[in-house]
């Protein structure tokens, strides 16, 4: 089949899916979650936080996965306990808290990575190199994919519950609520720096919460939005790649704009509160 061959012909095709379908299955429930939690922007605050440990690591030992990596988890985790220090203990609120320390995170990471490398290796860190994955990344990814999955279903119950009614879970357990949100907050930058690895700060993102935003009109239940949420993430990634394959275009904003695309459609033809269905556009009256 055509849409199969660029996998069955080119190694690189391969590495690249196999990145994606990690990212997919592990990333897009998270994002699902960012979602009930009302903390949507949040993921990409982050995105952007975790630059400035990417470049100083980068600084240090090139483009090295491991440096890389745990500059990169570093500085999103001391980004987000930041941000919510601050939202604690002054005024400002949560949400312009994380927007202050990631535009300045992200200036900063900038700044370092220019300080050394060319322009070449600014876009690479900036939006990746999709085609570019190694069985390094690969296997990187796909344990961080494992872990996340294993770790989201320890603390799968207390997490929907405090997404549901927080003050319940507080009532039984005080420490519970802010031990289940610190742990959902490390998977989260976890993910995000392995979508870094691979499609880079500013796009990793859109795989994480684009699909997450699609499921919601594809089910009312919890469950199902998590099947709709990792299926729709994994069309946009084998999408994306073919196009990018047959169009010659970027793979990593391909597979973002794949993501778009489904996700616009989700919005006009989703069964659970889309815009022909809700208004019976699509409906057929019976005379």
């Not at 592990?26 to 990417?54: E, I, K, N, Q, Y």
């Not at 003050?167 to 870094?196: C, D, E, K, M, S």
């Not at 919890?222 to 299926?231: F, K, P, Q, W």
């Amino acid at each position: 089949m055509t849409v199969l061959h660029p996998f069955i012909e080119f190694g690189f095709m391969r590495r690249a899916l196999v990145a994606c379908v990690a990212l997919s299955i592990s990333a897009t429930p998270l994002g699902v979650f960012l979602l009930l939690r009302r903390m949507s922007l949040v993921g990409d605050a982050l995105s952007h936080a975790v630059l400035p440990g990417a470049a100083i690591g980068y600084l240090i030992s090139g483009l090295s996965l491991v440096a890389m990596g745990t500059g990169g988890v570093i500085a999103g985790l001391s980004v987000a306990l930041l941000s919510g220090a601050v939202s604690r203990y002054t005024p400002l609120r949560e949400d312009a808290s994380f927007a202050g320390f990631y535009l300045g995170s992200l200036a900063l990471g900038v700044t370092l990575v220019s300080l050394r490398g060319s322009s070449i290796d600014l876009l690479h860190v900036l939006f990746g190199s999709l085609l570019a994955v190694d069985n390094a990344a690969v296997l990187l990814v796909s344990g961080i994919a494992v872990v996340s999955l294993m770790v989201l279903a320890l603390i799968y119950r207390p997490l929907v519950i405090d997404a549901f009614d927080p003050g319940f879970l507080r009532a039984q357990n005080r420490w519970a609520a802010p031990l289940v949100h610190g742990i959902f907050l490390v998977l989260v930058v976890t993910n995000l720096v392995a979508g870094f690895q691979v499609l880079g700060t500013l796009m990793c993102v859109g795989l994480m919460m684009l699909p997450a935003a699609a499921s919601r009109f594809w089910s009312h239940r919890l469950s199902g939005i998590l099947v709709a949420a990792m299926s729709l993430a994994l069309l946009a990634s084998f999408s994306g790649l073919v196009a990018s394959f047959y169009l010659s275009l970027p793979a990593g904003p391909a597979v973002v704009l794949c993501a778009a695309i489904l996700f616009f459609i989700s919005i006009l033809l989703g069964p659970c509160g889309g815009i022909f269905r809700s208004h019976g556009f699509l409906s057929i009256r019976k005379e």
